[in-house]
């Protein structure tokens, strides 16, 4: 079935540096990716998708691009910020189903 | 517009009794979905519904959980006799229709179940 596997955490960096966190999957078919922000006490918030090979998604100074030939997701920074500490989540929705399969999450603290 | 609410944030429950969390969808989403997140893990699929149906319950316990989505009113998450190991978080999201697994997901803030 479908999975998707993240770099292990906790991730701890101190502020402005080079952030990555690795994302890798196995679909059946041609799904559409994302990365989710879990903030303390909150729900997940979509930070950034893509929906087909060598699209990039971006906001909020993060980004991530769809590579087929190495089935990963990768998501960075180039300046991380204090308020970037949150647990990450890369997830995937294969075509035609409605359901999400996440990772396991990766834990970020920026320390300043 | 106030997105994706779920209540209560909190429940503790004793052992034996019956959980029963409530989410409603976005204005205009006719589509829930209700994840479970344990401790340090990754959120899992257990139920997809439209207004009243059951779509996609491929990842229910076969037992004391049931999900329901009335034609009026929140989606109810109902976990019967629950048990130490249900203590998690169980998060709804919710999306507009079908063929949007492209746009990602609006999340609730999720309900955190204590079983004591």
């Known amino acids: 079935g479908d999975s998707v596997t993240q770099m292990e955490g906790p991730v701890t960096l101190s502020e402005e540096a080079f952030l990555t966190i690795n994302c890798t999957y196995t679909?059946?078919?041609?799904?559409?990716l994302f990365w989710y922000v879990q903030y303390p006490g909150e729900g997940l918030q979509l930070l950034l998708k893509?929906?087909?090979?060598?699209d990039k998604g971006s906001n909020k100074g993060f980004e991530a691009t769809y590579r087929k030939e190495t089935t990963s997701f990768h998501l960075e920074k180039g300046s991380v910020q204090v308020s970037d500490s949150a647990v990450y989540f890369c997830?995937?929705?294969?075509?035609?189903?409605?359901?999400?399969?996440f990772g396991q999450g990766t834990r970020l603290t920026i320390n300043p | 517009n106030a997105g994706v609410m779920q209540n209560p944030r909190h429940l503790v429950r004793r052992r034996g009794q019956e959980a029963r969390l409530r989410c409603s969808p976005m204005?205009?989403?006719?589509?829930v979905y209700w994840y479970r997140q344990l401790p340090e893990e990754g959120l899992k699929f257990m139920v997809y519904?439209?207004?009243?149906?059951?779509?996609?319950e491929s990842g229910m316990p076969k037992e004391r959980f049931s999900a329901e989505f009335p034609k009026e009113g929140p989606s109810i998450l109902r976990i019967q006799q629950v048990v130490r190991g249900d203590s998690a978080a169980y998060f709804c999201?919710?999306?507009?229709?079908?063929?949007?697994?492209?746009?990602?997901?609006?999340f609730g803030s999720g309900t955190r179940l204590t079983v004591v």
């Open positions: 999201a919710s999306s507009p229709g079908t063929g949007n697994s492209q746009g990602g997901y609006t």
């Open positions: 679909a059946t078919g041609y799904p559409s």
């Open positions: 893509a929906t087909k090979a060598d």
């Open positions: 997830a995937l929705s294969d075509q035609g189903a409605q359901k999400l399969v």
């Open positions: 204005k205009g989403h006719s589509h």
């Open positions: 519904l439209q207004k009243e149906n059951i779509i996609d």
